[in-house]
């Protein structure tokens, strides 16, 4: 039997509804849900002994429920007679008190300020179907008459799928009334949705509009969303904002519904936000390995990266985290990162917090009662502490945190916000400092005071970083390319010159200036507010040796490539800087500095056995063939080598081809540099080897 209108507009039909309830006979019809599930908003917001108007009430047994409950002083109006005789005849004997009305809501017979809470079951969504002029006048007419017959301090308990056009309307009605506005979600497992919709799963909101006595020539505005069931409410700043959070839940719900009923969705990611705040908490990837052959106990598991490890590879990029999908092997894992600036008391807390919401994408098929495993590495969440937030007036708001790596080492990182999952530059911290660090907190504690960070020597400037290791491996190839200029087994002992441009925390020049003590260094940085944090938290300071020039990279070049007979020869010319447009396929370095007339003037100011070192991070391939193009037209031998696991690969140019050395060469000019710099009373940091970087180098 359908029961549907031809249109949706039959839906605010007196003749439809008539139909329709003769037709279904006497089975009840609940529209957005059963007591049981929309019974914890509705106690939260009507108190028992409090007299209760139901419009629309239909054949649904809400209100029968909330009487056997203890809510008593209730009356349910509808335009159907049908609906309203077949209310009183199921009521009559074990429900007397309760009173059952055929009444247009639009016109009631109440008198004004008769009742302390309306509450409305679906139908404002039944009248307002459209946007059209005739519509809107009915919404409106109801709407009013709702205030009218609502005390000051009373409520309107609407239970909506809170479309787009039904949010708009009755938030902008009754903000506009001085109501106060709040949009509570409603916590169902099984959200009822129109049958006209069935491929659809949207949640169920209640709008809880709280009527304000008037404030003579003053509108008050409040907006807050509830966004769990036992959750405080968030104080919103505008409409438009409490219409987005919406938005945010409805396709949040939308996107748990289609993972329920099939897999293979591709990248899919979201963030969970804390109630109390709004502000992300968690962000979650689900991963799918179709080729994972389906098991009892291998569909489902959740894996806690450890906070600041998201940044790796493996759980940063998408094939990282396919890759740890694959090797865990599950049909379906969800990778959760956790964000700086939230606390967290342990794994045990964030698995309790996870555990309902992440079941909401669990893939079909799922046993029923299935226990879903957690996982993580080295079982905890590892260490992050922000040591300081600042605001550069060109990069944004950036944060200095040491965070714990996997070998239990602790690593300081530059972050900038903007693009939070990815490390601008990374030390490592001393391992004594470290440990200074720790035993300097407990006797804090003790004291029951805050350490100082004036005092602590992971705060303290240049104290506590080990310049001797180099955290980054495009940095470990970008030194492994020196081996290139001629006489590596000298070079220690021969002036070089060379020009950085891009500092970040300076590891890179600062390596280059304590192991290489005849060279000179020139570093280009654009952003003055990297100097300061590369001197204040990475170690980093200038020398007669080793100058810092705060200008853009392309004119500081482009004046030098200008300078006639007079211009600077660069032994070495070195690239780390990059894009601060996220638009591009290319994130390092910004695309003017890959231009063929600017690469000219880089040629220009290079030695003609120098070496000129790129690093290039490129998704777009078109894009990164186009760049290799110009860069061997104007630097005609160009050796590439990728750093494994990562997107970036560093690009080796010299100006003459006849000097490409066969591989085995290249190695044995690697080797011979790292003997040199291995030397009795040098600081090398043996846990890496220059020959290895250069392994996997290819001629383009």
């Known amino acids: 039997m359908n029961l549907l209108p031809k249109s949706s507009k039959e839906f605010g039909s007196v003749d439809y509804w008539e139909k329709f309830f003769q037709q279904r006979g006497k089975k009840a019809f609940e529209w957005y849900g059963t007591y049981l599930e929309l019974c914890g908003v509705l106690h939260k917001y009507i108190k028992p002994r409090e007299k209760v108007l139901v419009i629309g009430c239909g054949n649904s047994e809400l209100s029968e429920q909330l009487y056997d409950v203890g809510y008593q002083d209730i009356v349910s109006i509808d335009i159907s007679e049908s609906a309203i005789k077949q209310m009183r005849e199921r009521n009559a004997t074990r429900r007397p008190q309760m009173s059952f009305l055929r009444m247009d809501m639009t016109q009631m017979d109440f008198p004004s300020a008769s009742f302390q809470v309306v509450l409305d079951k679906g139908t404002l969504d039944a009248v307002l179907t459209d946007e059209g002029e ?71 909101f209640a709008f809880v509009m709280t009527k304000f ?15 769990q069931e036992q959750g405080k409410p968030t104080r919103l700043e505008s409409a438009e904002r409490l219409a987005e959070a919406v938005r945010e839940r409805q396709q949040y719900a939308w996107l748990c519904g289609q993972l329920r009923r099939k897999a293979g969705l591709g990248n899919v990611s979201l963030d969970l936000c804390d109630g109390d705040t709004g502000e992300p908490r968690y962000t979650l990837h689900v991963v799918d390995s179709p080729t994972v052959k389906p098991s009892r106990d291998n569909h489902f598991a959740i894996f806690i990266i450890p906070q600041g490890r998201e940044t790796e590879w493996l759980f940063g990029m998408e094939e990282g985290r396919r890759q740890l999908a694959a090797s865990a092997g599950f049909r379906r894992l969800v990778t959760v990162a956790l964000h700086r600036g939230q606390q967290y008391e342990g794994m045990e807390s964030i698995q309790a917090e996870l555990s309902a919401r992440v079941l909401e994408l669990a893939p079909a ?58 490390v601008q530059s990374e030390a490592r911290l001393l391992q004594d400092g470290c440990h200074r660090v720790q035993k300097k907190r407990k006797k804090d504690r003790k004291k029951q005071r805050p350490a100082d960070p004036a005092d602590d020597p992971a705060t ?100 030098l490539a200008g300078g006639g007979g007079a211009r600077p020869r660069y032994d070495v010319i070195m690239f780390d800087v990059d894009s601060k447009d996220p638009t591009l396929g290319m994130s390092c370095p910004p695309a003017a500095f890959v231009d063929q007339p600017f690469l000219q003037k880089v040629k220009s100011i290079l030695s003609p056995e120098g070496v000129f070192i790129l690093n290039l991070v490129c998704r777009d391939m078109g894009l990164k063939d186009s760049v290799l ?42 080797q011979a540099l790292q003997q040199a710099l291995r030397k009795p009373g040098r600081a090398w940091d043996d846990t890496y080897i220059l020959s290895d970087m250069l392994k996997s180098v290819k001629i383009v």
């Open 213 to 227: 006595r008037p404030v003579p020539g003053r509108t008050l505005q409040i907006f807050e969303l509830c966004a």
């Open 460 to 559: 303290a400037p240049g104290q506590s970083i080990d310049t001797s290791h180099l955290c980054c491996e495009h940095h470990k190839a970008m030194i492994a390319g020196l081996a290139l200029l001629r006489n590596p087994e000298l070079l220690l002992e021969t002036p070089l010159a060379l020009l950085v441009v891009g500092l970040g925390g300076g590891s890179l020049p600062l390596f280059i200036h304590d192991h290489f003590p005849k060279c000179c260094i020139d570093a280009v940085e654009i952003d003055p507010s990297m100097l300061e944090v590369a001197t204040q938290w990475f170690g980093f300071s200038q020398s007669d040796r080793m100058k810092v020039h705060i200008a853009d990279g392309l004119d500081y070049i482009t004046s």
């Open 629 to 670: 193009a110009r860069i061997k037209a104007v630097f005609p031998l160009l050796y590439v080598r990728r750093i494994e696991d990562e997107v970036n690969e560093i690009l080796f140019c010299q100006l003459h081809p006849e000097q490409k050395l066969a591989m085995l060469k290249l190695l044995e000019m690697a």
């Open 134 to 204: 005739k519509t809107l006048q009915q919404v409106d007419r109801m709407l009013a008459e709702v205030g009218r017959v609502l005390q000051v301090g009373g409520r309107y308990l609407c239970i909506s799928l809170a479309q787009a056009h039904i949010l708009k309307k009755a938030v902008g009605y009754f903000s506009r009334e001085g109501w106060m506005v709040r949009v509570h979600q409603v916590a169902t497992s099984q959200d009822q949705v129109l049958e006209a919709e069935p491929r659809f799963s949207l949640p169920v």
């Open 365 to 422: 098929g799922m046993p029923a009662q299935q226990q879903v495993p957690f996982l993580s590495v080295g079982g905890d969440i590892g260490v992050r502490t922000v040591q300081h937030q600042g605001c550069s007036p060109l990069s944004g708001d950036y944060v200095i945190e040491d965070v714990q790596g996997d070998d239990r080492r602790y690593f300081r990182r530059l972050i900038f916000l903007s693009n939070r999952n990815v």
